[in-house]
């Protein structure tokens, strides 16, 4: 889920912020994060306290994986 889904649902930072228990600050670092992505743990809660009106979606947080060097 990135800022600008749970923004556009809620209307603004101050409001997922309030959403959440956070200040607006926090929702605003999470602009600057790869992918505009919100935390995972902050997306499966808003989908679950949304009841799915918004989407977790897991396979964005997938890290890549990397095989090993040199062997």
Do not use: C, H
């Amino acid at each position: 889920m990135t800022t600008d889904d749970i923004e556009g649902y809620f209307g603004g930072a101050e409001k997922v912020a309030a959403f959440f228990g956070i200040t607006s600050e926090a929702v605003y670092q999470w602009r600057g994060r790869p992918g505009r992505l919100i935390p995972k743990g902050r997306a499966a809660e808003a989908a679950y306290r949304t009841k799915g009106e918004l989407a977790f979606r897991p396979e964005l947080y997938k890290r890549s994986v990397n095989p090993p060097r040199g062997v």
